[in-house]
T-cell receptor
Framework: SQKIEQNSEALNIQEGKTATLTCNYTNYSPAYLQWYRQDPGRGPVFLLLIRENEKEKRKERLKVTFDTTLKQSLFHITASQPADSATYLCAFNAGNMLTFGGGTRLMVKP | GAVVSQHPSWVICKSGTSVKIECRSLDFQATTMFWYRQFPKQSLMLMATSNEGSKATYEQGVEKDKFLINHASLTLSTLTVTSAHPEDSSFYIC??????????????FGPGTRLTVL
């Protein structure tokens, strides 16, 4: 069955640095990937969608890459801020449903 | 735009009672809504897909008689947890998909409902 994996360990970085989160998938070739942010006790908030024919997508301080050969997407936050601390989820559509990775918790220290 | 609300945001109930959770798309119409469950430090697990005016499609392992879903209009879906037990305690999140007809339509999520069954 299709699987989507994210590093389950928390990522701790210093304010101002670039955070890079990884999402790997197997047994599937999604046409597009999505990234969400989830704060504790809240529902996920959509951030970015990247299609398989797009190598890179940017939105303000966020950048997402999509490598269909490696079956991997990278999510970057540049000039990170403590307010960026949250869990970040990647997901892809398999038919009508979204399949989520386990999420990576990011902690940005001042 | 694309705001999804849930009510209540949290609920505590006694074992054996039923609880209803509402999910509304506030500024758009959603022919498809989804219900997820999330346990602490785990990812979202899809429970069921709800289409307006038709029966919900449940994922494997989800009891349709226990988790009753009604999608009566293009802006409202409800999830009723019947005869709740402590193991049903979880964070329930709904999402709604903007119906633009594109295959990549984004899902917008509600803020979630924390259910605690004593």
């Amino acid at each position: 069955s299709q699987k989507i994996e994210q590093n389950s360990e928390a990522l701790n970085i210093q304010e101002g640095k670039t955070a890079t989160l990884t999402c790997n998938y197997t047994n599937y070739s999604p046409a597009y990937l999505q990234w969400y942010r989830q704060d504790p006790g809240r529902g996920p908030v959509f951030l970015l969608l990247i299609r398989e024919n797009e190598k890179e997508k940017r939105k303000e301080r966020l950048k997402v890459t999509f490598d269909t050969t490696l079956k991997q997407s990278l999510f970057h936050i540049t000039a990170s801020q403590p307010a960026d601390s949250a869990t970040y989820l990647c997901a892809f559509n398999a038919g009508n449903m979204l399949t989520f990775g386990g999420g990576t918790r990011l902690m940005v220290k001042p | 735009g694309a705001v999804v609300s849930q009510h209540p945001s949290w609920v505590i109930c006694k074992s054996g009672t039923s609880v209803k959770i509402e999910c509304r798309s506030l500024d758009f119409q959603a022919t498809t809504m989804f219900w997820y469950r999330q346990f602490p430090k785990q990812s979202l697990m899809l429970m069921a897909t709800s289409n307006e005016g038709s029966k919900a499609t449940y994922e494997q392992g989800v009891e349709k008689d226990k988790f009753l879903i009604n999608h009566a209009s293009l802006t409202l879906s409800t999830l009723t947890v019947t005869s709740a037990h402590p193991e049903d305690s979880s964070f329930y999140i709904c999402s709604a998909r903007v119906t633009s007809g594109r295959a990549e339509d984004t899902q917008y999520f509600g803020p979630g409902t924390r259910l605690t069954v004593l």
